[in-house]
């Protein structure tokens, strides 16, 4: 079944950009859309943005300036960075699938990263 | 931006209980909406999609119900299990949730 690991660094310095992988493995990325979603500590869930397979991406209005999502179709990764980051952007991480059986929910989703913007 | 206001924020119940959870749209997002539990320290899981559908494996006693701008989240005889958090999401104009309805034993 397709799973989904994130990686990248735990700690991130105030104004530096954040970048995190998500691996996708037993499936492939081909024919869906890959989403960044993120969730502070003990607070709620934001979605960060989505690319297709093609390429094609959408971005949270609230995040689109500093938000950049890419994929690497040959080594069936996609990636998150995150510019000139803040104590506000610590959060847990997560990766996830948006499936077309659902219309657009998230089916599948990693089991998240923490990272922490600290000096 | 569509908003999405969950209610009740915290909510108490025994296990053998049916409960209902609420989620109101901003704006009509016709039956584009998700439900979700999580568990501390763990990722989201998908309970239900397009307002009623139940995902794959889900036990049945989870139910949804609504369209438009009002939805609701159902669970027809609570099990230990059942305790978590839960979250509505709509994905009709990017995505957005609701922020967490926590459901706890009485």
């Known amino acids: 079944q397709v799973q989904l690991q994130e990686s990248g660094p735990g700690l991130v310095k105030p104004s530096e950009t954040l970048s995190l992988t998500c691996t996708v493995s037993?499936?492939?990325?081909?024919?869906?859309?890959w989403s960044w979603i993120r969730q502070p500590p003990g607070k709620g869930l934001e979605w960060i943005g989505y690319?297709?397979?093609?390429?094609?991406?959408n971005y949270n209005p609230s995040l689109k300036s500093r938000v950049t999502i890419s994929l690497d179709m040959s080594k069936n990764q996609f990636s998150l960075k995150l510019s000139s980051v803040t104590a506000a952007d610590t959060a847990v991480y997560y990766c996830?699938?948006?499936?077309?059986?659902?219309?657009?929910?998230?089916?599948?989703w990693g089991q998240g990263t923490m990272v922490t913007v600290s000096s | 931006d569509i908003q999405m206001t969950q209610s009740p924020s915290t909510l108490s119940a025994s296990v053998g209980d049916r409960v209902t959870i609420t989620c109101r749209a901003s704006?009509?997002?016709?039956?584009?909406l998700a439900w979700y539990q999580q568990k501390p320290g763990k990722a989201p899981k998908i309970l239900i999609y397009?307002?009623?559908s139940l995902e794959s494996g889900v036990p049945s006693r989870f139910s949804g119900g609504g369209s438009g701008t009002e939805f609701t989240l159902n669970i027809s005889s609570l099990q230990p299990d059942d305790f978590a958090t839960y979250y509505c999401?709509?994905?009709?104009?990017?995505?957005?949730f609701g922020q967490g309805t926590k459901l706890k034993i009485k």
């Open positions: 996830a699938r948006r499936s077309l059986t659902t219309g657009g929910a998230f089916d599948i």
């Open positions: 037993g499936g492939s990325i081909s024919s869906y859309f």
């Open positions: 690319i297709y397979y093609t390429g094609s991406t």
């Open positions: 704006q009509s997002i016709n039956n584009w």
């Open positions: 397009k307002a009623s």
């Open positions: 999401q709509q994905y009709k104009s990017h995505s957005t």
